[in-house]
Antibody, heavy 125, light 107 residues
Framework: QVHLQESGPGLVRPSETLSLTCSVS?????????????WSWVRQPPGKGLEWIGY???????NFSPSLKSRLTMSVDTSNNRFSLKLTSLTAADTAVYYC??????????????WGQGTLVTVSS | AIQVTQSPSSLSASVGDRVTITCRTS??????LSWYLQRPGRAPKLLIYSASTLQSGVPSRFRGSGSGTEFALTISNLQPEDFGTYFC?????????FGPGTKLEIK
């Protein structure tokens, strides 16, 4: 059974860059099942709903939320079975629990069938 | 981006009850819609994908239906572990978008 675990700083200062890593165990990040998984990020501001951030495929292909695209990069480290997110120019609006997840594509849809436990990131000086 | 709405935003029910939550999208998404349950302090858990397919390990008291722009999640014989917040996700067109959630509380 796949297990995902986020890691990163709990507190980041405004205008700085957030770096988060999701370590995957129990499955290969390079798996070609269903054409390969879409390794994804979702965030949830305290007390609010879920926001899809984007995904990266093991091949390096990405797709990002237009609202974050200008500040966002993602990378995949197949050697260490993990993937990462970098979000620049942080503001208080980026304060949220960040989840990593596995998008498992069926046909044209890729529901998130496994999630990490989430990590709270607070943007504050 | 496709807008997703859910109703109701909250509801109270008792163990053993049957409840239905609806999800609407601003444009057709075929059957590319999934449902998730988030218990307090926990990560969301996939319940149903492709509108009506039960995720492995999810009890059969959960049933999804719908296509196009209108979808429903029906939970029969509510159990204590079913209480939490339910989200739908349109996973047809990027950017994926979640519904705002339906909080299901114990009466």
């Amino acid at each position: 059974q796949v297990h995902l675990q986020e890691s990163g700083p709990g507190l980041v200062r405004p205008s700085e860059t957030l770096s988060l890593t999701c370590s995957v165990s129990g499955d290969s990040i390079s798996s070609t099942v269903s054409g390969g998984y879409y390794w994804s990020w979702v965030r949830q501001p305290p007390g609010k709903g879920l926001e899809w951030i984007g995904y990266i495929h093991y091949s390096g292909g990405t797709n990002f939320s237009p609202s974050l695209k200008s500040r966002l990069t993602m990378s995949v480290d197949t050697s260490n079975n993990r993937f990462s997110l970098k979000l620049t120019s942080l503001t208080a609006a980026d304060t949220a629990v960040y989840y990593c997840g596995r998008g498992h594509c069926i046909t044209t849809n890729c529901p998130l069938d496994s999630w990490g436990q989430g990590t709270l990131v607070t943007v504050s000086s | 981006a496709i807008q997703v709405t859910q109703s109701p935003s909250s509801l109270s029910a008792s163990v053993g009850d049957r409840v239905t939550i609806t999800c609407r999208t601003s444009q057709g998404v075929r059957d590319d819609l999934s449902w998730y349950l988030q218990r307090p302090g926990r990560a969301p858990k996939l319940l149903i994908y492709s509108a009506s397919t039960l995720q492995s390990g999810v009890p059969s008291r959960f049933r999804g239906s719908g296509s196009g722009t209108e979808f429903a999640l029906t939970i029969s014989n509510l159990q204590p572990e079913d209480f939490g917040t339910y989200f739908c996700l349109q996973d047809n067109i990027y950017p994926y978008t979640f519904g705002p959630g339906t909080k299901l509380e114990i009466k």
